[in-house]
């Protein structure tokens, strides 16, 4: 029976991680749009210089 349990656990972190790797996959792409494509000019001076450093256009 503990096995069973040792597997049921392993399996829903395994769960657990891909989740999380996903959501940050996603949030960190959200971001990158946003700060790349924003017309805001506090949005534009704060990711200028990366944008920049990374190839990203923004003028």
Same mark, same amino acid.
């Given at each position: 029976?503990?096995?069973?349990? &040792?597997? %049921?656990?392993? !399996?829903?972190?395994?769960?657990?991680?891909?989740?999380?790797?996903?959501?940050?996959?996603?949030?960190?792409? $959200? &971001?990158?749009? *946003?700060?790349? *494509? $924003? #017309?805001?000019? &506090?949005? #534009?001076?704060?990711? %200028?210089?990366?944008? %920049?450093? !990374?190839? *990203?256009?923004? %003028?």
């Amino acid at each position: 029976m503990s096995s069973t349990v &040792l597997t %049921h656990a392993s !399996s829903r972190s395994r769960g657990n991680r891909l989740l999380v790797t996903v959501g940050s996959i996603l949030m960190g792409m $959200s &971001l990158v749009y *946003f700060a790349g *494509f $924003s #017309h805001l000019d &506090l949005v #534009h001076n704060a990711a %200028h210089d990366t944008r %920049h450093s !990374s190839g *990203f256009p923004c %003028h």
